[in-house]
């Protein structure tokens, strides 16, 4: 029996299974986004590239993260909680519709509440299997702390948690507008000093680009081993 095929004995495990495929599937979704723009022969620009990176980055980390641990306890528990904070988002994206439509008392709207209960019921319950607490089930999944605990990625390269991390602050610090992040990672050809400060002309760094790809790609990489492993690897 592998390790898959012992996970998936209940449905948490079911749905490890699924959550991983589908953080894998969005990976890979914007790496090819991002090589087809890179091979479209057009300006690449200062800072979109990098965000085609980011998702991939972040999505397979999640898909690391589910899958990492040496034990089906904790991988389950993880795919709970990522289970257990989607279920979370899509009920407050329900509550903002129903609030735009003023449909509160809506049928359908009891109908897909109820079943919204039912779901976090059935959550609740396989996490009191899995022993973890209400709190443990509400914790926030944060990259910054968790990314230095995978082991999976980093057993052979001691100094890659801090290398990765580095890569994950600059790309979030990109997509969100962060000006010191993106001139860290641009060449400035031209600059101007204007009132309160200056405004410069600026091209991706291309060291900077490759290296972000390189972080990202083995997260990718390290996410489609893992899935692979547990599927064909015999459990011990």
Not at 82 to 88: F, G, I, P, R, T
Not at 99 to 126: F, L, P, S, T
Not at 134 to 161: A, C, G, H, Y
Request: proline share 3%.
């Amino acid at each position: 029996m592998t390790d898959r095929a012992f996970d998936e004995r209940d449905k948490t495990g079911q749905r490890a299974y699924i959550h991983a495929s589908a953080f894998i599937g969005v990976a890979r979704d914007n790496q090819k986004a991002l090589e087809e723009m890179l091979q479209s022969g057009s300006h690449i620009r200062p800072h979109a590239p990098w965000n085609l990176i980011r998702p991939s980055f972040e999505a397979a980390f999640y898909g690391v993260w589910i899958l990492s641990p040496d034990t089906r306890e904790e991988r389950l528990r993880k795919a709970l909680r990522v289970a257990w904070s989607e279920q979370k988002s899509h009920t407050a994206r329900f509550d903002l519709k129903v609030k735009m439509a003023k449909a509160d008392d809506h049928e359908e709207v009891a109908k897909a509440r109820a079943r919204d209960g039912q779901i976090r019921q059935r959550y609740i319950e396989e996490a009191t299997s899995l022993g973890m607490t209400k709190d443990q089930m509400n914790q926030k999944i944060v990259v910054t702390n968790e990314l230095p605990k995978l082991t999976s990625v980093f057993d052979r390269f001691p100094d890659e948690p801090t290398f990765h991390l580095l890569r994950w602050r600059e790309l979030s610090g990109v997509m969100h507008g962060d000006m010191g992040a993106t001139l860290g990672l641009t060449d400035k050809s031209y600059r101007l000093d204007i009132p309160g400060g200056s405004t410069a002309v600026v091209s991706l760094n291309d060291d900077a680009f490759v290296t972000a790809c390189y972080a990202s790609a083995l997260m990718q990489l390290t996410a489609m081993n893992l899935y692979i492993r547990r599927s064909t690897t015999a459990h011990k």
